[in-house]
């Protein structure tokens, strides 16, 4: 069974620039998470889709981050216009469905100088 | 809010050792526990998951509890080998509203040396 794929896998950008991120979940699986995880921390949650519907973005920050699932199978995330503080690696993870086990891609590091 | 936290930030020790690491979180009201291993550079893999009615999960030389009124979980490593070098993470669902929902600790460091 194929995983959780992501690309780029890594990205390097200056600030205030724009940059995208996709992500294409496993096979059937109708729960998509994007995470963030800062350098030395663990992953923090910013949004969550059940098939093409937010079912959390509280933890978006919705100035500068955009996400869409629109039919409900791949996901994009989006910063514009990125900040310094931005660099993390992007997690994507999907799961069969609400409260089954989440599966992790490998990431996409991004760097912003 | 649910908060994690893992002790040690980092470890190391010698091949061949046994070795405990430790997650607590502030609430026990969880859907359940997880235990992850990453790679520099990699993603997350899922080593056990814990439903909140069981006390412990088993796989291979790894072996995770789970206390949830006292909001602590512990991840045992028997015989350590190099090849288990990694960052271990621990992350708390905590289901209802929040179903699929992880919120992680920081991470444990390990580093077994030949």
């Known amino acids: 069974e194929a995983g959780v794929a992501q690309s780029p896998r890594y990205k390097i950008i200056e600030k205030r620039q724009s940059v995208a991120f996709w992500c294409n979940p496993i096979?059937?699986?109708?729960?998509l998470y994007w995470y963030q995880q800062i350098l030395g921390q663990g992953p923090k949650l910013l949004i969550q889709?059940?098939?093409?519907?937010?079912?959390?973005d509280s933890q978006l920050p919705k100035d500068r981050f955009s996400a869409e699932r629109l039919k409900g199978v791949d996901s994009t995330l989006k910063i514009q216009p990125a900040k310094l503080e931005d660099s993390a690696v992007y997690l994507c993870?999907?799961?069969?469905?609400?409260?089954?086990?989440?599966?992790f891609g490998q990431g996409t590091r991004l760097t912003v100088v | 809010k649910q908060e994690v936290t893992q002790i040690p930030a980092a470890l190391s020790v010698p091949e061949g050792e046994n070795l405990v690491l430790n997650c607590s979180f502030t609430?026990?009201?969880?859907?359940?526990l997880q235990w992850f291993r990453q790679d520099p550079g990699k993603g997350l893999t899922s080593l056990l998951l814990?439903?909140?009615?069981?006390r412990e999960q088993t796989s291979g030389r790894l072996n995770a509890s789970l206390d949830k009124s006292s909001g602590r979980s512990t991840l045992y490593i028997a015989a350590s080998q190099p090849g288990d070098s990694a960052t271990y993470l621990c992350?708390?669902?905590?289901?209802?509203?929040?179903?699929?929902?992880?919120?992680f600790g920081q991470g444990t460091i390990l580093t077994v040396h030949p």
């Open positions: 096979s059937g699986h109708a729960t």
């Open positions: 609430d026990s009201a969880i859907y359940n």
């Open positions: 992350a708390v669902d905590a289901g209802g509203t929040s179903y699929g929902k992880l919120t």
């Open positions: 889709f059940q098939n093409n519907g937010v079912v959390d």
């Open positions: 993870a999907s799961s069969l469905t609400l409260n089954t086990e989440a599966f």
């Open positions: 814990i439903q909140s009615s069981q």
